[in-house]
Every structure is written in C-alpha cells, then in structure tokens.
C-alpha cells in the first residue's frame, strides 16, 4: 500500500473476501493505528452468516474491535440498494468511534471494472475517475492488481471467503469482470490506467475551477447559466446543489438546471432534506422550506 496513514482509529470494511482479508493484514503491520472491523451481512445469500462468523473471528484473532449489522435487503436486491446501505452502516460506525475515515479494500481491477461500467452507463467525466480515495473514505490499495492481491494472500497463508455469486455473470459488474477485465492485455490494461490517472487530475482541476467561480455566491445568476454550454451550467448547478448540503443525482441535477434557466418568478422547486429553489427573476436563490402551518 502506498498511502500514508496517519495515526488514529480507522473503520474498517471487510467482508471476508481475500480483498479485505489482506486489507486487514496490511493495516496491522501500520503502527499507531486504532481498527475497528465492520462487516455487513446484506441478506442477499444464505451463506452470508458464515461469512459474518468468519470476519468476527478473524477480528478476535487480531484483538480488535468487531461491529457488525445483517440485513434483509433478500437476492433481488441491486448493487446500488446494498451499497447504499452498506455505506449508511459504516458511516454510522465510524460517528460511533469518532474514527478519521473508513477504509475499503478497492483495488486496481475495481477501477477498470467501474470505469467500464460507468461507461456503459452513459457516464459523465466523473464516471471514468469515480472510484478514489477521499478524505472520508480511503482505498490504500487502488495501484494494486487482483493478482497482487490473493499472492498476497498465499504467501502468508491467509484464510477468506470466497463469495460464490461473484462468478455469476447474470450481474452485469460480475460479467464485465470476467469477460472484459480479465480477457485485457497489459497493453489496453495500461490505457484504461492511464486515463484513469489522467481523468483524476483532470477533475480535479475542473472541480476546483468551479469552486472558485462559485465560493461566494448565494444564488444561480440566470443570464451566467444562458450564455454558457449546457455542460458547463450542469457543473455550476451540480456544485451549488452540493455545497448546499443537497445529495445530488444526475436526473436532480438537470430538472435544477432547467428550473433554474426557465422557471416563471416566484415559482419554487422542491428539493430533498426540506430544501427549495425559488425563482426570483434574475436570481435563483436556495432556501429551507417553510414548515407547514408556520
């Protein structure tokens, strides 16, 4: 692992899977570094329980804090429902130990697989650099391959699960897994790489343009959003909503810019957490909404 980590306590994603299996082992030979272990049972499986007991174990065997929460999200579920609540869970853990972030067991083939699913999703530039490492939530491991991995895991003879479903292809990330991911060359390996570095850096930049053009301002000026590209005026809407404390999608993001660009003075547009924009003409301001009856 190439990340530095600062002493502290650290929440840990590890399901059991030789990923996180090595994951936790790296981190042990880190010192100063508080982990608790948590693991979520999503319900999906019926073997899921044994890979709780395992992780449980696995945590006992290295004397750390164990934390854990099942699940009945049932084997319809998507990728994105578990995920969602996965995240929920572990961020919950990590307010629970005032840890300094969550660390997950992401690696190099998760970044090609994702960047190739985004991609046929219809993603945005994000979408080719959206697995990263955060201030909250770090991956350690993003430079090292899949193989690098369960190596890992053979020399020092570590036990994991493995998770059955994994080889179904009916998934569609479990189908560009092992049709795609695994059938590259190094050399299209490489390129895909390649413009995932050169995507980070270029969003990166791109974020802290609009950042700055946006730090003081309080409202959407209408005319700004008219006489720009309708992928630049996306960005500003998409960066004002963030900072704003809205969690944003991509259907959110353009049903605000249309409101925003078109929307007859005094008109309102509900947004989640109890917040609104109201049109004011020129401006477009962002505001709570009244509570009822006040």
């Known amino acids: 692992m190439n990340m530095k980590m600062r002493p502290g306590c650290y929440v840990v994603a590890v399901s059991g899977g030789v990923d996180s299996v090595v994951l936790l082992h790296k981190l042990l030979q880190i010192p100063e570094l508080e982990l608790i272990v948590a693991h979520v049972d ?3 499986r019926t073997e899921s329980a044994d890979d709780a007991k395992f992780v449980e174990s696995l945590a006992r065997q290295y004397g750390l804090r164990f934390e854990s929460t099942q699940l009945k999200l049932g084997n319809e579920a998507s990728e994105s429902t578990a995920r969602k609540a996965r995240y929920e869970f572990l961020q919950k853990i990590r307010e629970k130990y005032s840890a300094a972030a969550i660390i997950t067991a992401h690696h190099q083939d998760d970044v090609i697989e994702t960047m190739i699913l985004n991609l046929l999703r219809g993603t945005n530039r994000k979408g080719l650099s959206s697995l990263k490492s955060t201030n909250d939530i770090m991956r350690p491991m993003l430079e090292e391959s899949k193989t690098e991995i369960t190596d890992y895991a053979r020399l020092h003879k570590l036990d994991w699960h ?15 897994r092992h049709r795609i991911v695994n059938n590259l060359d190094d050399t299209l390996r490489q390129k895909l790489l390649d413009l995932y570095v050169s995507m980070l850096g270029l969003n990166d930049e791109i974020d802290q343009m609009v950042a700055e053009h946006m730090k003081d301002s309080k409202e959407i000026v209408r005319h700004e959003l008219l006489s720009t590209h309708a992928s630049i005026g996306l960005e500003f809407v998409a960066h004002w909503l963030q900072r704003g404390g809205i969690e944003i999608s991509k259907r959110l993001v353009m049903d605000a810019y249309v409101f925003c660009k078109t929307g007859p003075v005094g008109s ?11 049109s004011q003409g020129k401006t477009v301001v962002l505001t709570t909404s009244r509570t009822p009856g006040k």
């Open 42 to 44: 999503h319900g999906m």
């Open 162 to 176: 493995e998770d059955n479903t994994n080889l179904d292809t009916k998934y569609l990330r479990n189908f560009v």
């Open 268 to 278: 309102r547009m509900s947004l989640p957490g109890n917040k609104q924009l109201i």
